[in-house]
């Protein structure tokens, strides 16, 4: 389904005289990330600061996992509601391969890019389903797209917002982010957002908010590349494998069952996904990465061979 939607200033709080020309900002993720809300704050924003504002997203296969995008253009005057291909001012990803897909679409040189680095990995690109099998999701690392964009912020948006409590507020740090390289008054943000999110989750939104706007001031160490871009684990070392079902979060969609390429997972009777096979799961992530609702968590610990039994060698990866 698609919509395009054209707004006209309903009030206007602080009219912002820094923003001349339309400028447009790119939101995109897959369904559940919540692209629709971050783009229908930053509309509501540039409302309130006088600017004429027009929308256009598409969000039609945006249940369990489909991409999601949004356009915003916002000034003192906009005419057409898409933004042309190199022509935005910011990208903002709440999912990575979703916003490397997007990259074309902006300024060259002057466009600044931010994306979450969490990874959901869409099943077509997991087709290969033998074991340390190569997945055909994009292999770009962050380092290879910060060292092409000047102006690129990758923050695991994901893995800070499951620190302050609830995963589904990575957006939210995105959008403190976003709010970093924008010209509205930091309070109007604070403000908007307060209107769109649900009353009993605002505070865990402001931290995640605020979260945002610190990560930008912290002295970040070098980027690599995680787990996914990785070579095979280093040998010698025992892994030990753990899964963490958010039982409440799952939908039953079965992708994850269908997918995992040892066949360790099943829907119970109450239709909520089991690890039935434990001992076979090679904790290789793809329930994980494919599951639209984040109900799995796979941990991987690993433990030097020079500190396990001599029985417990024989399970040592070789
Ligand atoms: S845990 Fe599995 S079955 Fe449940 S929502 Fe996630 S992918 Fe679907
Ligand atoms: S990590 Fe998930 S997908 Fe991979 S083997 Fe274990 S249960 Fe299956």
Redesign the pocket.
Known sequence: MSSATTAKPKKTVQKQTAVKGPTNVLIVGVGGQGVIMVSKILARLSQLQGLQVKQSEVHGMAKRGGSVFSHIRFGEEVWSPTIPMGEADVVLGLEWAEGLRWLRYLKPGVGTFISDTKRIVPPFSCRDRRHDARHGYAHHTIAEIVAQVPSAYAPDATGMATELGNERVANTILLGLLSTVMDFPVESWREVLAEFVPPKTLDTNLKAFEAGRAWTKQDHKPLVDDAATQAAPEPLLKRE?K?EITESWCKSCDI?VK????R??ALNDHQIVE?VKPE?????????WLCPDFA?A?HVSTVPINTISAEAAGEVQA
């Open positions: 494998v899964l994850c997918m995992c390429p040892e360790c997972l690890l076979a799961c090679t904790g290789c992530r793809v329930c994980e799995i796979v």
